[in-house]
């Protein structure tokens, strides 16, 4: 199934989606989802260069702050589905990085509401003209956004009980993430966001 | 004197209609619901960030406990994603075995649906009899992934191993005229077991209907309860079961065909009012169907026999006994299980007619042994969003009802 793809600016976004619906029949929003661009292409362990010793077993951090003032770190992808003519849509557009902000498409499908929530919840990604935007899957409290690349795996804090007082505590996390396979880029990178 | 118009009522995290962890916030006006705020994520487990972290031969196992209770069409889904980032294409058995495995998944997930609403509107004896057909399927994932529930069965470029000549038997802990019964289907090979239960699982689904379909206090409790007109579930984005209840003739299997299902016959149920009956009968109906689709697939499986994995060790892992005799095998199998393999740069959408729904896999790559971006579009995710739409003006009893007409499990869409 090919799935065609449109690229907008976060000016015709909302007219482009709206356009959509009403004029190409695209009556459901299948999913909406944000990739972040953070750590795009980078690899955790180089084996280009083999020595006489063999090849470096050192694992490589990947660079947080290369990407953090990249103005397209964030990107929304929302698929479509026409029911009638069989066809499938996506969507994508960049977040403009210092508001965060998108228009909400509560308006045009109903079903935008909650994937927008979780969009917000996980990436930090606001919508404008939401009617609700909560969070949604994380914790009540919870502080960060987990699916941003520099948000750890280990996340930031942890509840423990403490048996002295006899109260559940917020408390650091002390466990540092262990990464049995480093990420190792395979095929050429071909950067694809200036592709575009 | 103050009089109460509405008030808040706290319904779950722990309740047994909720399904799983889910915590209403209703607001009633005496027993009449205004207003549902549903709060999810108390089974959140960051599926979508676990799977960044590991190669993807490892993050099968992930996409079992998703929805755990359809495991293998989530794993369908998952490792339909990595086939069209290769532009691989698996053996045709390993096709029909997986199609086979997506209907007897289909099946388990419906009789535990059907079970466990049966038990929430109020007939007990339906959570038993689905149990017991479900037991029997059990036994068919645990003959060929030595599981039960997860079965990790499903491999890019194929399925794990092939279906076994000959069914484990019961043999301790029961009396001989016990065994007798048990071991009455398990003589013959697995598919010969497969087949006893299709033949007879019609006559199971007779059963359930005679038990529900006519049953008065059944037919109260569901007609003309949580009505969807299509505008809406399309609007809403319900997909699968509850789009078809509402009326749209529209299934995966047939309208985007994957797998083997165009060579299949099989009918799409269909509704029309849209309410919590017909969700029922289209699910009943669906069961039936998935047994025709499995019949189909048993006959072709037993006169073709052939590979069931791709003969590409860069991808599939070779055979075991080779592995261990021979030098090239073993470095490929010790690449695949310390590297395994990168994906080519780009990104794919792949979606299966999952028991829930439209069930989908968005997979961005950056050229590594990662995903970058695994997006899972879980089926029930947009049905839970819709459940405020459905019940309002409802009674609270009949949010229970609708809750379970909708089929909700909390593992895919908290994730």
Not at chain 2, 75 to 83: F, L, R, T
Not at chain 2, 131 to 156: I, Q
Not at chain 2, 255 to 271: H, M
Not at chain 2, 274 to 279: A, E, L, S, V
């Given at each position: 199934?090919?799935?065609?793809?449109?690229?907008?600016?976060?000016?015709?976004?909302?007219?482009?989606?709206?356009?959509?619906?009403?004029?190409?029949?695209?009556?459901?929003?299948?999913?909406?989802?944000?990739?972040?661009?953070?750590?795009?292409?980078?690899?955790?362990?180089?084996?280009?260069?083999?020595?006489?010793?063999?090849?470096?077993?050192?694992?490589?951090?990947?660079?947080?702050?290369?990407?953090?003032?990249?103005?397209?770190?964030?990107?929304?992808?929302?698929?479509?589905?026409?029911?009638?003519?069989?066809?499938?849509?996506?969507?994508?557009?960049?977040?403009?990085?210092?508001?965060?902000?998108?228009?909400?498409?509560?308006?045009?499908?109903?079903?935008?509401?909650?994937?927008?929530r979780e969009?917000f919840d996980l990436?930090g990604?606001?919508?404008?003209?939401?009617?609700?935007l909560r969070r949604l899957l994380t914790d009540y409290g919870f502080c960060?956004y987990p699916?941003?690349?520099?948000?750890?795996?280990?996340?930031?804090?942890?509840?423990?009980?403490?048996?002295?007082?006899?109260?559940?505590?917020?408390?650091?996390?002390?466990?540092?993430?262990?990464?049995?396979?480093?990420?190792?880029?395979?095929?050429?990178?071909?950067?694809?966001?200036?592709?575009? | 004197?103050?009089?109460?118009?509405?008030?808040?009522?706290?319904?779950?995290?722990?309740?047994?209609?909720?399904?799983?962890?889910?915590?209403?916030?209703?607001?009633?006006?005496?027993?009449?619901?205004?207003?549902?705020?549903?709060h999810i994520g108390?089974?959140?487990?960051?599926?979508?960030?676990?799977?960044?972290?590991?190669?993807?031969?490892?993050?099968?196992?992930?996409?079992?406990?998703?929805?755990?209770?359809?495991?293998?069409?989530?794993?369908?889904?998952?490792?339909?994603?990595?086939?069209?980032?290769?532009?691989?294409?698996?053996?045709?058995?390993?096709?029909?075995?997986?199609?086979?495995?997506?209907?007897?998944?289909?099946?388990?997930?419906?009789?535990?649906?059907?079970?466990?609403?049966?038990?929430?509107?109020?007939?007990?004896?339906?959570?038993?009899?689905?149990?017991?057909?479900?037991?029997?399927?059990?036994?068919?994932?645990?003959?060929?992934?030595?599981?039960?529930?997860?079965?990790?069965?499903?491999?890019?470029?194929?399925?794990?191993?092939?279906?076994?000549?000959?069914?484990?038997?019961?043999?301790?802990?029961?009396?001989?005229?016990?065994?007798?019964?048990?071991?009455?289907?398990?003589?013959?090979?697995?598919?010969?077991?497969?087949?006893?239960?299709?033949?007879?699982?019609?006559?199971?689904?007779?059963?359930?209907?005679?038990?529900?379909?006519?049953?008065?206090?059944?037919?109260?409790?569901?007609?003309?309860?949580?009505?969807?007109?299509?505008?809406?579930?399309?609007?809403?984005?319900?997909?699968?079961?509850?789009?078809?209840?509402?009326?749209?003739?529209?299934?995966?299997?047939?309208?985007?065909?994957?797998?083997?299902?165009?060579?299949?016959?099989?009918?799409?149920?269909?509704?029309?009012?849209?309410?919590?009956?017909?969700?029922?009968?289209?699910?009943?109906?669906?069961?039936?169907?998935?047994?025709?689709?499995?019949?189909?697939?048993?006959?072709?499986?037993?006169?073709?026999?052939?590979?069931?994995?791709?003969?590409?060790?860069?991808?599939?892992?070779?055979?075991?006994?080779?592995?261990?005799?021979?030098?090239?095998?073993?470095?490929?199998?010790?690449?695949?299980?310390?590297?395994?393999?990168?994906?080519?740069?780009?990104?794919?959408?792949?979606?299966?007619?999952?028991?829930?729904?439209?069930?989908?896999?968005?997979?961005?790559?950056?050229?590594?042994?990662?995903?970058?971006?695994?997006?899972?579009?879980?089926?029930?995710?947009?049905?839970?969003?819709?459940?405020?739409?459905?019940?309002?003006?409802?009674?609270?009893?009949?949010?229970?009802?609708?809750?379970?007409?909708?089929?909700?499990?909390?593992?895919?869409?908290?994730?």
């Amino acid at each position: 199934m090919i799935i065609e793809e449109r690229r907008v600016t976060i000016d015709t976004y909302f007219a482009e989606c709206a356009a959509l619906r009403d004029r190409e029949g695209f009556t459901q929003l299948t999913d909406l989802t944000v990739i972040d661009y953070l750590t795009y292409g980078q690899s955790e362990w180089v084996t280009q260069q083999a020595t006489t010793h063999g090849f470096g077993r050192g694992k490589l951090a990947l660079d947080l702050q290369k990407g953090q003032k990249d103005r397209n770190r964030f990107e929304v992808v929302i698929h479509l589905l026409n029911y009638q003519e069989n066809r499938r849509v996506k969507v994508r557009c960049f977040v403009p990085v210092e508001v965060m902000t998108m228009p909400s498409l509560f308006e045009i499908w109903a079903s935008a509401n909650w994937y927008e929530r979780e969009a917000f919840d996980l990436f930090g990604v606001a919508f404008d003209r939401h009617p609700d935007l909560r969070r949604l899957l994380t914790d009540y409290g919870f502080c960060g956004y987990p699916l941003r690349k520099d948000f750890p795996m280990m996340g930031y804090d942890q509840i423990i009980y403490d048996r002295k007082t006899e109260v559940c505590v917020h408390e650091e996390v002390r466990d540092r993430l262990r990464v049995p396979v480093p990420k190792v880029i395979r095929f050429p990178s071909s950067p694809k966001k200036e592709q575009l | 004197m103050t009089t109460l118009h509405s008030y808040q009522l706290n319904f779950g995290p722990q309740h047994p209609a909720a399904h799983g962890v889910l915590r209403l916030v209703l607001e009633l006006e005496g027993e009449r619901i205004i207003n549902v705020d549903p709060h999810i994520g108390l089974l959140h487990r960051g599926t979508e960030k676990l799977v960044e972290l590991r190669p993807y031969l490892q993050s099968i196992g992930y996409m079992d406990r998703l929805d755990y209770v359809s495991m293998l069409c989530n794993e369908h889904a998952y490792v339909m994603a990595i086939e069209n980032m290769l532009q691989i294409t698996p053996p045709k058995r390993a096709l029909y075995i997986r199609v086979l495995f997506d209907e007897i998944t289909r099946i388990l997930n419906h009789l535990l649906w059907l079970g466990a609403h049966a038990l929430d509107v109020g007939a007990m004896s339906m959570f038993l009899y689905c149990f017991r057909e479900r037991e029997v399927l059990m036994d068919c994932y645990e003959a060929v992934s030595g599981s039960r529930l997860h079965a990790t069965y499903y491999r890019p470029g194929g399925v794990q191993r092939d279906l076994p000549d000959r069914m484990p038997l019961y043999f301790k802990g029961f009396s001989d005229k016990e065994k007798e019964g048990l071991n009455q289907d398990r003589q013959g090979s697995f598919i010969e077991y497969v087949r006893s239960f299709s033949q007879r699982f019609g006559e199971h689904v007779d059963e359930y209907e005679a038990l529900l379909t006519d049953n008065r206090i059944w037919r109260q409790r569901l007609e003309g309860i949580g009505v969807l007109t299509l505008e809406d579930a399309l609007q809403l984005g319900c997909t699968g079961p509850i789009l078809r209840a509402s009326g749209m003739q529209w299934d995966l299997r047939k309208n985007q065909p994957y797998a083997v299902y165009s060579e299949l016959n099989f009918d799409v149920p269909v509704g029309k009012n849209g309410d919590c009956f017909d969700r029922y009968s289209v699910r009943l109906a669906e069961m039936r169907q998935s047994n025709r689709i499995i019949m189909q697939c048993l006959d072709w499986l037993e006169a073709n026999p052939g590979p069931v994995l791709i003969d590409d060790y860069k991808i599939a892992l070779p055979p075991h006994n080779r592995s261990h005799t021979h030098m090239e095998e073993m470095i490929h199998h010790f690449k695949l299980m310390s590297e395994g393999f990168s994906l080519p740069v780009g990104e794919t959408y792949a979606a299966i007619e999952h028991p829930k729904g439209e069930f989908g896999i968005y997979l961005v790559s950056d050229g590594a042994n990662k995903p970058y971006r695994l997006k899972i579009r879980a089926a029930g995710f947009p049905h839970l969003a819709a459940l405020s739409h459905l019940v309002k003006g409802h009674l609270l009893a009949d949010l229970v009802t609708v809750l379970g007409s909708l089929d909700i499990v909390f593992g895919e869409i908290d994730r």
